[in-house]
């Protein structure tokens, strides 16, 4: 017995170890919004969608204390790499006065069916890329989910251009013109291209180009160089993405006691797969390396972007704090030669929006590993293919879930029926183990021995009602990460009053179902005899359905169904050998 008890004191203790892990995290977060939130947030009259889905307006002035958005600055970007250097040399960067940023009348827009984006002329850069299929909160469907922005509440944008020995960036950014204010991907179309013009001095022409196609967010940005001068032309392009640290805006409907998602840069590298700098990594110990192919990218909870350089060449990528106050994460490649008389292209991808890991996992290698299921991922990634299948018949997260339980419980049953044959057996001979227990009261050793004997002879494993909780936990810890990560239960709706799985239940219905759930089934267990564990036991369901109030309310549902089912597994065990040992049974 005294193994039984160190086995469920330390699954409790582990478990309880994990919940309050998370609520210190949760709260932590939660003090640091109501610390930070006019800064990190911005006010509340800030600008936002209007009632048309279109994007913020950029002001002409910030009333908060955050950086304003820089305009024909060029102290944030990259230097000329170093190809032959491996570990590159960290550039020192001066404070700068940064100006206001520019009117929104002087920013180009483009909308396709999935995205809703707008290019700054100075630069060429995307500064707001509103996704039109994501909603920012469930209860404003007008209102499309803000992955990029340029405004008070705050500062992330994608910047590209060219540097180096002719480079247009190079001694401030480039200025552009385009034939249209505004472009729109039409029904049906194969792909919108969206071209700015370089408006500079000397004989070499220079277009940036923007490519957009129906139902993606994989963007292609090329650099196109006519050089008709008499002299070879040389630039290198650069990719970065520039953020400040304002808190995640999808974290934030995340909700409950969970995990605190990854906010900061990721990129592959061949001896890593995947390595993740938080803002303060970046602050820290910047990053500056020269790798094949690859990407970088910049992670929040459900959504991220990133830079897909030309897979085919070595490129330099570095994150960093910048004097300024923003963070930065970015790719240099080598340099573009254009001899006179001939063209040039410089090209890489950019991708802005959900972690849909397949469509991840076809742009470039590694880069679905943003989907970050954690370190129980070999069980994760099958659960959520399973999920995917069964939603795809199902048509209801919440339906696939319980669906999803039930196929679990079926592989599962044979090692789940040991453990409640076990423990049915535990009751049918309860009057012998209390009369053990009052038998040698005095003498413990005695006590553990009569009932081992007792256990031997009754071939009863007195670990087996240990094993449905142990077994459960490894899956439960999965599922939990695939519904706190994927963004396909992001605002998934149930029935009645869950309408969002990924959220905890507004009205803590099922977490109670839950604890009346696993109430019963204690009930359809024999009670413990040693006095300690059997008062741990009762406190169970008290402890987890205290718990289980902030939990997805998706994971409740996991565990309500999976509880219902081992009820119902137990109950027919438990009668089948009830009546077996009844007299003439």
Known sequence: MNLQRIVLIGAIAALTFLLLTRWVEFSEQKRLQETYGTLANGPATSPDLADTGELPAAPASIDVDLPAAPRSTHADLPSTPEPANEDLPQVEEAAVALPAPALDESLIRVTTDVLQVRIDPDGGDIVGLALLEYHQQLDTPERPFLLLQRDPQRYYVAQSGLVGRDGIDTNGRAVFVSGLDSYQLYEGAEKLQVDLLYQGPGEVEITKRYTFRPGDYLIDVEYLVD????????????????????????????????????????????????????????????????????????????????????????????????????????????????????????????????????????????????????????????????????????????????????????????????????????????????????????????????????????????????????????????????????????????????????????YFILPLIMGVSMWFQQRLNPPPPDPMQARIMQWLPIIFTFFFLWFPAGLVLYWVANNLLSIAQQWVITRRIEKSMAPGG
């Open 227 to 506: 050089n008709r001068s008499d002299q070879r032309w040389q630039a290198n392009l650069f990719g970065q993405l520039k953020r400040d640290g304002s808190d995640d805006p999808s974290a934030s409907s995340s909700g409950g006691i969970g995990v605190v998602p990854f906010l900061g840069a990721a990129i592959t590298q061949p001896d890593e797969r995947f390595t993740k700098f938080d803002f303060d990594e970046m602050e820290e110990e910047p990053f500056r390396k020269q790798l094949p192919g690859g990407w970088i990218a910049m992670i929040q909870h459900y959504f991220l972007s990133a830079w897909i350089p030309d897979a085919r060449q070595s490129h330099n990528y570095s994150t960093r704090m910048t004097a300024s106050g923003y963070y930065i994460g970015g790719f240099t490649s080598p340099a573009l030669v254009v001899d006179p008389g001939q063209s040039g292209v410089a090209r890489a991808g950019f991708y802005a929006g959900p972690k849909d890991q397949y469509r991840l996992k076809e742009i470039s290698p590694y880069l679905d590993l943003s989907v970050d299921y954690g370190w129980l991922w070999w069980l994760a990634q099958p659960l959520f293919w399973l999920l995917i299948n069964i939603h795809g018949l199902a048509g209801n997260w919440g339906v696939a879930i319980i669906l999803l339980t039930v196929l679990i419980k079926a592989a599962f049953f044979q090692l789940s029926a040991t453990s409640y044959k076990s423990m049915a057996n535990m009751r049918r001979v309860q009057p012998q183990m209390v009369d053990i227990k009052e038998r040698y009261a005095e003498d413990k050793q005695k006590q553990s021995q009569a009932m081992m004997a007792l256990y031997k002879k009754e071939k009863i494993n007195p670990l087996g009602g240990c094993l449905p909780i142990l077994v459960q936990m490894p899956v439960f810890i999965a599922l939990y990460w695939v519904l706190m990560e994927s963004v396909e239960l992001r605002q998934a709706p149930f029935y009645g009053w869950i309408a969002d799985l990924s959220v905890m239940d507004p």
